[in-house]
C-alpha cells in the first residue's frame, strides 16, 4: 500500500505497550506514517472511535480510505465510520 503512495496508519483495539510489541514483530515502521491505540481513544472498536483517529492521524478524508482488518469488530467500526473495509481472513479467529 505504501509502495502506491498510500498512508499506512493502523488502528490497534491493543494497549500502547502491545502495539509497540506488534509493531516490532511487523518491521514495517519505514511504511507506517503513524498509529493509533486503544489508549488513544474513548472506547475501543466497534466504536468507530480508532477508524477517526486513524483517519485523522494520516490526514485523509473518510471518502479516500480503506480500512483493512481481520475481526468483525474491524468491519463494524469502520462501516460505522463511513469507511469501506477489506476483510482478511484470520485463522486465529477460526475462519
Same mark, same amino acid.
Given at each position: ?29 519505514? !511504511?507506517? +506514517?503513524?498509529? @493509533?491505540?486503544? %489508549?488513544?481513544?474513548? =472506547?475501543? #472498536?466497534?466504536?468507530p472511535d480508532l /477508524?477517526e483517529q ?11 480510505? !480503506?480500512? +483493512?482488518?481481520? @475481526?468483525?469488530? %474491524?468491519?463494524?467500526? =469502520?462501516? #460505522?465510520?463511513?469507511?469501506?473495509? /477489506? ?9
Amino acid at each position: 500500500m505504501a509502495a502506491r503512495g498510500r498512508r499506512v496508519v493502523p488502528a490497534t483495539s491493543a494497549d500502547a505497550g502491545r502495539l509497540a510489541t506488534l509493531r516490532s514483530a511487523l518491521d514495517a515502521d519505514d !511504511v507506517i +506514517v503513524d498509529a @493509533t491505540s486503544a %489508549d488513544d481513544v474513548p =472506547a475501543s #472498536k466497534p466504536s468507530p472511535d480508532l /477508524v477517526e483517529q486513524a483517519l485523522d492521524r494520516a490526514g485523509v478524508p473518510v471518502g479516500r480510505a !480503506v480500512f +483493512v482488518g481481520d @475481526t468483525v469488530w %474491524d468491519v463494524s467500526a =469502520a462501516a #460505522k465510520a463511513g469507511v469501506p473495509c /477489506v476483510a482478511l481472513r484470520a485463522p486465529t479467529w477460526g475462519c
